[in-house]
């Protein structure tokens, strides 16, 4: 596996497009506009809030069959708790982009993130649309990585070249974040293209399987979006054979390359969280099963006080005790050790005899990994999430204003 | 009911005291000795983080038999992550009380809160006890809210007096936060004391009661401490016939002052949270059971989104609507109703044409109260936060060091 230029359009028959249309108040793109140029086999995971933005309600629906041939994101307006006219502004959202391509409308699928509770600027969007379809372009993956941030400091882009049965494969991605799971202006969108040849039972195995390794890993305020959404497109351009079973080694191969991306894309994320000043990987080792490996590495991944600590290169490990603590996983509390990257500062639930300095010094790397050994099964699991910085403040109490 | 002077000491039986022991670093009072006259019925209710705190230990023990006629509580250091030394330091520290006091040992809780995985310096910890027992006093009960305080900007008390079939009956209180759950500088403790008769199993059950509709009702920063500790004793100085189970009339009565007493200090508690400008209640009303409702609350009043914008006196009702999204709770995002006080802002899961100023004004009051209505049954909860500023980040970024 090799990690390759050119995102999402790095893959053959894809073109993609981000333009400015007006819906944000700042002069930054605001549309992107994803399209294969034959309708490809698609499969996609959506937000489990039941308070759901119409965009992912249409989104659902045109991806029963598992097939796409577009995709169709405004940033700006997240199109959620509008009722019905937010429904038919999504599906008019479809219906337009579809008019613009000469494709079927249940083809086209559409993401909205920003401001809850108004309803779209169609006239903008209709315009913004019209123009993204006139800039489509092999190249235009960075625009549309563009198109889709609200408070990301940076695009997230990513793609990866692999062999399957000698045929060479790729996979790229984009993603937005970056309070995960805000919902107003940091909803999580990630969009993934390959040209793999996969049937869409298989894609959508693989895709939910690699999520709940990555996306669902991710933290960064525990709060979950009303329009969180992973899709991916596969154009079968590739040479493969077609991967019609997740019990076959081109299934494997497949999966590690998507995991690859996807890990890629949930670090840069995690990294660009809201105000934050690191990526913090926590990884839990040892654990009695995956659900205690998750309750345990969440909780030391959402706690604000390690969070904060994290913050200001403070090696507190009682918090981190605390939060495992009130976690529910299974472990003897004198029997925990606890290391920050290397260097050990808990034994057996105690003062590991550390020295401050140097793990303050450690602290002030990035990426800083804690590990946790719970020494209560075999289990390990990797989380992501960043610091909690007085920007994280700023940001979310400056927000609408 | 009505309100009275003199927090725990307001109690007939009780005396108290808080002295400087130089445990903290400051030179502020650090430990708090809270005694009865004679042998009281106890009860108490603790953290349930699994990593608990040696003088949590040893307290638990020590009330087995519903009786205690001494509190020993010190700040600055928590005893939480000190192993074998902890907890011989925790059961000396009682036995040195009883020593001073001519007690057995049994009759004396522990508590402690600071830092965690420090032993503590159990000279200093010798020298506050007899200092302690040298200034008991009836008169005490403010000195000993101050010794126990860590962030907490100011000491909390409180005390009312009630009738019982005839008999005034007085209950009085004294806690600390402020992060409620914090575990190094904000571990929330309270200490309680009555001079009604009621024996130990109902008295047992009647702060069970409480603290569900109280301090578990509480939240500053979804953190658990290792070292929660709510305890009362009940010196039986009152002359109301002794309340012997929960099938009574005098044990609503009880209840109830209680009930007052504690709200009084969880809303002290939240107000005083850490980095705190305002006191945030959030209720939810009609919601299908006591769990949802309770979910529901948390998962408004425990948001970082949420906070940020009552910080920030932004009507961001978006924000609200995500949190219940993803709280659980069963409800019809098309009925729901939101209120800021009694002004509407969300009418059917959709924006109600609330005016933006009035709405910004009325955030700017201190409480803020929300009232989610979820039309989905008849039950009612409050919980009690507070805003998320800048403070928070500050107090918790810096607190080590």
């Not at 991806?63 to 019905?84: D, F, P, W, Y």
Request: hydrophobic fraction near 40%; aromatic fraction near 4%.
């Amino acid at each position: 596996m090799k990690q390759i230029e050119g995102g999402i359009t790095a893959v053959s028959g894809v073109r993609a497009a981000g333009v400015h249309a007006g819906i944000k108040a700042a002069k930054a793109k605001d549309v992107a506009l994803i399209v294969t140029d034959t309708p490809a086999t698609a499969a996609g995971v959506f937000t489990k809030n039941s308070v759901t933005a119409a965009p992912v309600i249409v989104c659902r629906e045109h991806l029963k069959e598992g097939r796409a041939q577009a995709v169709i994101i405004n940033s700006g307006n997240a199109n959620a708790c509008t009722g019905e006219v937010g429904m038919a502004n999504a599906r008019r959202m479809a219906a337009a982009t579809a008019e613009q391509l000469g494709i079927e409308a249940a083809l086209v699928c559409v993401s909205s993130t920003g401001v809850i509770g108004q309803q779209l600027p169609m006239d903008n969007i209709e315009n913004g649309i019209r123009a993204a379809a006139g800039a489509l372009s092999t190249e235009g993956g960075s625009d549309a990585a563009e198109a889709i941030m609200t408070t990301d400091t940076h695009p997230k882009s990513v793609a990866v070249e692999i062999e399957l049965g000698g045929a060479p494969v790729r996979i790229g991605g984009i993603a937005k974040g970056s309070g995960m799971i805000a919902p107003n202006m940091a909803t999580m969108l990630s969009y993934l293209t390959t040209d793999a040849k996969i049937n869409a039972e298989t894609l959508q195995t693989a895709l939910n399987r690699v999520v709940d390794d990555t996306y669902n890993l991710l933290t960064v305020d525990t709060d979950r979006s009303t329009n969180d959404t992973v899709l991916i497109l596969a154009t079968g351009h590739a040479d493969n054979a077609e991967i019609t079973t997740s019990d076959s080694e081109d299934y494997e191969a497949f999966c590690e390359g998507l995991l690859c991306v996807c890990t890629e894309l949930v670090k840069m994320l995690a990294r660009d969280g809201e105000g934050a000043t690191k990526l913090v990987e926590v990884v839990v080792k040892r654990a009695r099963d995956r659900e205690d490996a998750e309750k345990a590495a969440r909780a030391v991944a959402e706690s604000p006080l390690v969070k904060t600590a994290v913050f200001a290169n403070d090696a507190n490990w009682g918090r981190i005790m605390m939060a495992i603590g009130k976690s529910g996983a299974a472990f003897n509390p004198y029997q925990v050790d606890v290391y920050l990257g290397d260097y050990q500062l808990v034994k057996d639930g105690m003062d590991a005899g550390y020295d401050e300095d140097k793990a303050t010094a450690l602290f002030a790397q990035d990426p800083v990994r804690i590990t946790i050994d719970l020494a209560a099964g075999d289990t390990e699991i990797t989380m992501w999430t960043c610091d909690y910085s007085y920007d994280y403040i700023r940001i979310n109490a400056d927000y609408r204003t």
